[in-house]
């Protein structure tokens, strides 16, 4: 516990003192002292975030089950994961010596922090690294149709090219996916199982939208990574209907939501969302910032599109993960 102690001593010390620009508006670049001030202020803010939302998802639990929201839900999943990935860092923290070692975690994987030890200007670099990823889906596809030679895979990849070149051509991407969802999802489903698909095409799907990093490549084995895409769809689904109406999200909602759907657009605007949610949370604030009403609009018919296909792929058994994740990037307006 030394460790948490001095970083707990150090904020309020050094708080009153840290200072990035002088009184002057002339930019002064910081010092290795008050970088380190500030990383040592933003994990004692994050840590006392982590513990108030501990006492939000405690008064969460004690809800009827039927007054619980899709945020309270939201809320409660966000914690276990950030206890999830919390423990290892705070156990390492708290071990003699090896203690200081603990923020090159931080350094080295920052996403494996809970998410209220994450800087806020990190949010729009995640964003941007998950956004890249997302939009080489259909290249890695398309080297992966290469790399099959059996019948069946032939048999089914021909039609798919053309559907996939039909919709990177159309006008109207949206109503050619739509038209098209029972056909092409069964195609998918027969010749694309997750199991067909080699891992680095898998990391990528995975990446897009559960946001891993290099642990995922180096500690998930293929059978996990097919076994949590799966979960993300049945999530994906119950979230799709309790979202029950979008013109009614806030901006971070919407944000939030489209991301964890690996539908990225206007990434400055929802990276500027995610940043200043995060220094809200941390400083108990509620600051809001401006966002043109025409990317606002844009989030929300993004959003609109990807429940109503989904609402229709649903009907069909099974509901072909493979369709859903490759569909998310020819949603986007390119």
């Known amino acids: 516990m030394n460790n948490l102690y001095l970083l707990n001593y150090s904020h309020h010390v050094i708080y009153s003192n840290f200072r990035l620009i002088s009184s002057s508006s002339t930019p002064v670049k910081p010092t290795v002292i008050s970088r380190i001030r500030y990383v040592l202020k933003h994990y004692w803010l994050g840590s006392k975030l982590l513990y108030n939302n501990y006492r939000a998802i405690q008064g969460i639990k004690k809800k009827d089950e039927n007054s619980i929201t899709r945020i309270d839900k ?60 997302s939009s080489s889906i259909m290249d890695s596809f398309m080297e992966f149709n290469k790399t099959q030679y059996n019948d069946e895979t032939i048999y089914g990849m021909i039609p798919v090219i053309q559907f996939i070149n039909q919709v990177t051509t159309s006008d109207d991407p949206y109503k050619t996916i739509i038209s098209s969802i029972p056909e092409y999802s069964i195609l998918f489903s027969k010749c694309y199982p997750l199991s067909s698909f080699s891992r680095e095409h898998l990391l990528i799907l995975h990446k ?66 995610l940043e200043n949610q995060q ?39 099974p509901i072909s993960t493979t369709f859903l994740l490759h569909i998310s990037p020819l949603l986007v307006k390119q």
Not at 213 to 232: C, G, K, P, T
Not at 251 to 256: A, F, G, I, K, N
């Open 74 to 133: 939201l809320s409660q999943e966000q914690f276990r994961y950030d206890v999830r990935v919390g423990i290892p860092f705070v156990t390492l923290f708290n071990i003699p010596i090896l203690g200081y070692l603990a923020p090159l975690i931080a350094f080295f994987a920052p996403k494996y922090l809970p998410s209220t030890l994450i800087m806020p200007t990190q949010q729009i670099t995640f964003l941007k690294d998950d956004a890249k990823t």
């Open 208 to 273: 897009s939208v559960l946001h891993s990093s290099f642990l995922a490549r180096f500690f998930l084995s293929n059978y996990s990574l097919e076994a949590q895409l799966e979960m993300w769809q049945y999530k994906t689904l119950i979230d799709d209907k309790q979202i029950g109406n979008i013109d009614k999200l806030s901006p971070y909602e919407l944000v939030s939501s489209l991301s964890k759907r690996g539908l990225y657009l206007h990434l400055n605007d929802m990276g500027k969302i």
């Open 279 to 317: 220094k809200n949370n941390l400083n108990k604030t509620n600051e809001i910032i401006e966002i043109n009403q025409k990317i606002l609009n844009d989030w929300k018919q993004l959003l609109y599109q990807w429940i109503d296909i989904h609402k229709k792929l649903s009907k069909y058994n």
